[in-house]
């Protein structure tokens, strides 16, 4: 019997796997698409979420390969522009996640995870004490075979933004607004790049840009705008035309090639109810997702699967019988003052006017800038002291018996 199935083998995914199986626990971790697999996103990890890779001994692939990540360049229109870097010694990473992901794939390989790609994960399995309620597995479908049942002690949901097992369970839902999408895409040459991330906002819009190793720049649109993505036949063609009629980044692009197709996706954001009901827990974007604009869902994603992976560590030892309650007190502990902040970033931030007066203050008052980075950055957070006897695994509890029955 696997102890742990976990669905969804993103960072999330492969933290909570890593974390698993390095305790004993019998883990296996399906994802629905072949990987090595491209990921639309910004490609930037923060100070926070290095610090919190490098706490699980995770970092060393984007300590070496990624650009280091200083700080932040926000603009408005008219010439409205903020500059603001990290604390002297602190960076983030800029690192493409299709490379990041597929090294966390092979590292939860490495830890003892059993990994099957190309497995779409369509619903639970009921079973269990509570009159059958508690999810006790889940439903696969794998191109050319038969749909299959694997049951499993836990079930971990870390399949993103649209979780077909948080969405499928009534705990997860896109909220009427705001609704945005994103489209996003590689560049070569593009001008005027340095160790800052870039964040252009105009109205109703804005744009994400990265640094990238090999002189590549990620570029991701966000916009409200559905109809304009799904009336487009080539998104090329619309993420070149957005970025052309912009008087700061079209001639930034005048010279610059696009090296791949860019991906859509939306909506954006989505709202929880739960961190999971009996028999499964939510991880990464499938327990929440605000907005991009901050730049920190890989930080929740680390740690909201190391958290997940130690709630079902406590639940196999019998140490609790509701892992789910004891995640979402441990979630809301965590991160639901950093959730209230990207809110008001979010709305702070949502049209170039913000920008301009956000400018004036930084121009009147700096430091509340800075400050403003720094928690965005989760900088000081996810190290070993920052997260010290938070959670039992780090208190150096055993969850798993030598023989591994619970
Ligand atoms: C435009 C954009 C830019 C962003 N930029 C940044 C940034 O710069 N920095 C940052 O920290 N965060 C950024 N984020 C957020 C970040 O990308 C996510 O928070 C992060 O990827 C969440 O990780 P995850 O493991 O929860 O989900 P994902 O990374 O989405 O992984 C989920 C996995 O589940 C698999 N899956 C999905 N459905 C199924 C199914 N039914 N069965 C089996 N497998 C399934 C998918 O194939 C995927 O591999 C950005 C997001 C967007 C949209």
Known sequence: MIDVLISGAGPAGCV??????????CVLMLDRARFPRPKLCGDSLNPGT???????GLSRFAERRGLPADGMIVTGERGARIESRYPQGVHGRFISRGDLDWWLVQQAIAAGVEFEDNV???????????????????????AGRNARAIPARLTIAAEGRHSALAFGLGLARHPAGPRRWAVGGYYERVCGMSSLGEMH??????????????????????????????????????LAAEIGRDPILGP???GALAVTCPIALGPLAVDSTAAGMPGLLLAGDAAGFIDPMTGDGMYFAVRGGEL??????????????????????????EFRWKQRFNRSIRLLVSGPRAVAMASRVATVCPASIRQIVRIAG?????????????????????????????
């Not at 036949?233 to 619309?238: A, E, S």
């Not at 196999?316 to 004891?326: F, N, Q, V, Y």
């Open 201 to 238: 906002v105009r109205a109703g819009r804005y744009f994400g840009l990265a640094p990238l190793p090999g002189g590549m720049t990620n570029v991701c649109l966000v916009t409200p705008d559905r109809a304009a993505l799904r009336g487009q036949r080539d998104l090329g063609d619309l």
């Open 120 to 142: 779409r994960v369509e619903g639970a399995l009921f079973g269990g004490r509570r009159g059958g309620q508690d999810v006790a597995g889940v439903r696969v479908r794998q």
């Open 378 to 406: 989760d900088v000081g957070r996810g190290s070993q002291r920052h997260l010290r006897g938070s959670s039992p695994v780090q208190r150096g509890a055993r969850f798993v018996t030598e023989t591994r029955t619970f």
């Open 308 to 333: 997940a992976a130690e709630s079902a560590l406590l639940a196999l030892a019998g140490d609790t019988r509701s892992p789910h309650e004891w995640l979402a007190g441990q979630r809301a502990r």
């Open 252 to 254: 930034r692009f005048a």
């Open 16 to 25: 909570a796997g890593i974390v698993l199986a390095r305790a004993g626990a």
């Open 50 to 56: 290095l610090a919190l890779l490098g706490r699980l």
